[in-house]
């Protein structure tokens, strides 16, 4: 190295790794919180949903409990659109424009990059939920504390699945038809994953066709009922999550 | 001695039954310039994604910095400064931020605002990425390469897109890399560009090397190619041409030109030739074969 250090002189090296990975996590919430299209998509419907559907009798619900039926749906459906379509709407328009593949090249390293946005979809999840069930209480929701792990641990496992679902889809189709199909998928889960309608009585197989639908049984069960999560439901979400993580470690593409 | 910075042998890159690089080798020495020229489709930027750790050569080896850039990948990725030919932004960030981003991930970054002053961009820091135009979407891309003081850069198509005061900018900043001893491979298809900054050029053509060696190389072989001679109007230079292994022409009357592989004996003969006829000689003008001439010789003429 020549002794007279110019501007551009080579003093290549990785910031600490911890720094790195704060960094781009905040980079991605900023950029979350940029998109109003995103915010829309993860708030305001969930919110809609639980106003509209747990304070008026817009919809029929096999209950009269309205906010104790709809409340822990609308938290399973922010995890969905959160996790599942605004996920998937984010990785493909980054495919498409090359961001993955840059940032996959830069001292923050593939792993890196991945961890990093699976931080943030859970920040997003966990600030999510918080929110929606405040002001599911604000609107005379009492939930039931005692199985709260239990809630905590199926919305992980849904978490994981839709996100790799997302992944998938996303590194499968073009951005544009990503964003088509999970918009599409949500607003069918929305109509018939039982969480301003009664979802179809399909009994445990609906537990294993329908992940939202599990989901929110599963949330209902523990947060409005206090009872434990059926053995079904824990099964159905462990499968979803291990074949779509399993699927999108497979076909997920950086460009 | 230092292993070379990027020393490449025989890759082959396959896309399906397309042969993309037919077994090319090169190689660039630390803190010097190799300039790859070639038109679309020559397989430059195909050769630099294997460089780059994007993919593995279907034959051949890479070593980039003595380390494989696939296996070596995240050990790699600190030491290189990567600007790819499009895009690797978020739409929707800031020039700033991405690149204090960039910067942030680096032990020891360059000051993100001198860099931003250095590529004409300071005004454009709180601009979104999507509202930057082509050519100020390249400098910023240039900018995420350079942020982390790299000892190797890979530039594709650095100036594609700029215009030509911001051309001039970035070749001077590639100038002052190499001066500050960071080893450059760039991709171009602009043959002004490759004279200008490469120290070493390889031309490659259809996936493989057509040519290389320094500028000066590449067009001296040839010397003077042509010799324009002003004198009397209307001799008859075709007597001229038939002792000469080139061609002779008036262009307009007393304008003559004397075209071929002309070494100092045909040069003589030439002026010789205008003395015997007793013409009164004006001017003499030579031209050097340029390394566009020596290009499109080799490269079936498609360029440009």
Same mark, same amino acid.
């Given at each position: 190295?020549?002794?007279?250090?110019?501007?551009?002189?080579?003093?290549?090296?990785?910031?600490?790794?911890?720094?790195?990975?704060?960094?781009?996590?905040?980079?991605?919430?900023?950029? *979350?919180?940029?998109? $109003?299209?995103?915010?829309?998509?993860?708030?305001?419907?969930?919110?809609?949903?639980?106003?509209?559907?747990?304070?008026?009798?817009?919809t029929n619900l096999p209950t009269?409990?309205?906010?104790?039926y709809v409340?822990p749906g609308v938290l399973a459906l922010?995890v969905m659109? *959160?996790a599942f379509t605004?996920?998937?709407?984010?990785? $493909?328009?980054?495919?498409?424009?090359?961001?993955?593949?840059?940032?996959?090249?830069?001292?923050?390293?593939?792993?890196?990059?991945?961890?990093?946005? *699976?931080?943030?979809?859970?920040?997003?999840? $966990?600030?999510?939920?918080?929110?929606?069930?405040?002001? $599911?209480?604000?609107?005379?929701?009492?939930?039931?504390?005692?199985q709260?792990?239990s809630a905590?641990g199926v919305t992980v496992l849904a978490t994981a699945a839709y996100s790799g679902l997302a992944?998938l889809i996303?590194?499968?189709?073009?951005?544009?038809? *990503?964003?088509?199909a999970?918009?599409l998928i949500y607003v069918l889960m929305l109509a018939a994953g039982g969480i301003m309608f009664a979802a179809p009585d399909l009994g445990v197989a609906g537990h294993f066709l329908l992940p939202l639908a599990a989901h929110a049984e599963a949330l209902r069960a523990t947060l409005t009922d206090?009872a434990s999560v059926p053995g079904s439901i824990w099964l159905s979400l462990t499968c979803w999550a291990a074949v779509a993580l399993t699927a999108?470690?497979?076909?997920?593409?950086?460009? | 001695?230092?292993?070379?910075? %990027?020393?490449?042998?025989?890759?082959?890159?396959?896309? !399906?039954?397309?042969?993309?690089?037919?077994?090319?080798?090169? @190689?660039?020495?630390?803190?010097?310039?190799?300039?790859?020229?070639?038109?679309?489709?020559?397989?430059?930027?195909?050769?630099?994604?294997?460089?780059?750790? #994007?993919?593995?050569?279907?034959? !051949?080896?890479?070593?980039?910095?003595?380390?494989?850039?696939?296996?070596?990948?995240?050990?790699?990725?600190?030491?290189?400064?990567?600007?790819?030919?499009?895009? !690797?932004?978020?739409?929707?960030?800031?020039?700033?931020?991405?690149?204090?981003?960039?910067?942030?991930?680096?032990?020891?970054?360059?000051?993100?605002?001198?860099?931003?002053?250095?590529?004409?961009?300071?005004? #454009?820091?709180? @601009?979104?990425?999507?509202?930057?135009?082509?050519?100020?979407?390249?400098?910023?891309?240039?900018?995420?390469?350079?942020?982390?003081?790299?000892?190797?850069? #890979?530039?594709?198509?650095?100036?594609?897109?700029?215009?030509?005061?911001?051309?001039?900018? @970035? +070749?001077?900043?590639?100038?002052?890399?190499?001066?500050?001893?960071?080893?450059?491979?760039?991709?171009?298809?602009?043959?002004?560009?490759?004279?200008?900054?490469?120290?070493? %050029?390889?031309?490659?053509?259809?996936?493989?090397?057509?040519?290389?060696?320094?500028?000066?190389?590449? @067009?001296?072989?040839?010397?003077?190619?042509?010799?324009?001679?002003?004198?009397?109007?209307?001799?008859?230079?075709?007597?001229?041409?038939?002792?000469?292994?080139?061609?002779?022409?008036?262009?307009?009357?007393?304008?003559?030109?004397?075209?071929?592989?002309?070494?100092?004996?045909?040069?003589?003969?030439?002026?010789? +030739?205008?003395?015997?006829?007793?013409?009164?000689?004006?001017?003499?003008?030579?031209?050097?074969?340029?390394?566009?001439?020596?290009?499109?010789?080799?490269?079936?003429?498609?360029?440009?």
């Open positions: 190295m020549s002794a007279n250090a110019g501007t551009f002189t080579p003093a290549p090296g990785r910031a600490p790794m911890r720094v790195v990975l704060r960094r781009q996590i905040r980079m991605e919430l900023v950029l *979350t919180a940029r998109r $109003g299209e995103a915010v829309v998509l993860a708030m305001g419907v969930p919110l809609l949903v639980l106003l509209g559907a747990g304070l008026t009798r817009a009269d409990d309205r906010l104790g409340v922010t659109s *959160t605004g996920q998937a709407i984010t990785t $493909g328009y980054e495919r498409g424009y090359g961001v993955l593949k840059r940032l996959g090249a830069s001292p923050l390293t593939r792993p890196g990059l991945l961890f990093a946005k *699976t931080v943030a979809i859970g920040c997003l999840v $966990g600030l999510q939920m918080i929110a929606l069930a405040a002001v $599911g209480v604000i609107a005379g929701w009492r939930p039931e504390l005692s709260l792990p905590l992944l996303a590194s499968v189709l073009r951005p544009e038809t *990503t964003t088509a999970a918009t206090g999108a470690a497979r076909r997920f593409r950086w460009e | 001695m230092r292993e070379a910075a %990027v020393e490449v042998q025989d890759v082959v890159v396959r896309y !399906g039954g397309v042969v993309a690089v037919g077994g090319v080798s090169l @190689t660039v020495d630390r803190g010097s310039i190799l300039a790859l020229l070639g038109n679309n489709g020559a397989g430059k930027t195909s050769l630099l994604q294997v460089c780059e750790g #994007f993919r593995a050569p279907d034959a !051949g080896s890479a070593r980039v910095l003595g380390l494989d850039p696939v296996a070596d990948h995240d050990e790699l990725m600190p030491r290189l400064g990567i600007m790819l030919q499009s895009g !690797g932004v978020y739409p929707w960030a800031t020039a700033g931020e991405i690149l204090r981003l960039f910067a942030s991930f680096a032990a020891n970054p360059l000051d993100a605002d001198m860099l931003l002053d250095r590529l004409g961009l300071r005004k #454009f820091a709180k @601009t979104t990425f999507r509202r930057l135009s082509g050519g100020e979407q390249q400098r910023l891309s240039l900018a995420l390469a350079l942020v982390g003081r790299p000892e190797l850069v #890979f530039l594709d198509e650095p100036t594609a897109g700029m215009d030509v005061g911001a051309r001039q900018t @970035t +070749w001077e900043l590639v100038e002052s890399l190499r001066a500050d001893g960071v080893s450059v491979l760039l991709t171009t298809h602009l043959l002004d560009e490759a004279e200008r900054l490469a120290d070493h %050029v390889v031309i490659m053509d259809g996936g493989a090397v057509a040519a290389t060696g320094t500028p000066a190389e590449l @067009t001296a072989a040839a010397g003077i190619d042509l010799l324009r001679v002003r004198a009397d109007a209307g001799l008859a230079v075709g007597e001229l041409a038939a002792r000469l292994p080139a061609k002779a022409i008036e262009r307009s009357p007393g304008e003559y030109e004397i075209a071929g592989a002309l070494d100092t004996h045909a040069i003589a003969a030439v002026l010789g +030739w205008f003395a015997a006829e007793g013409a009164q000689v004006t001017a003499v003008d030579t031209r050097r074969r340029t390394l566009e001439d020596v290009y499109l010789a080799l490269t079936a003429g498609a360029a440009r």
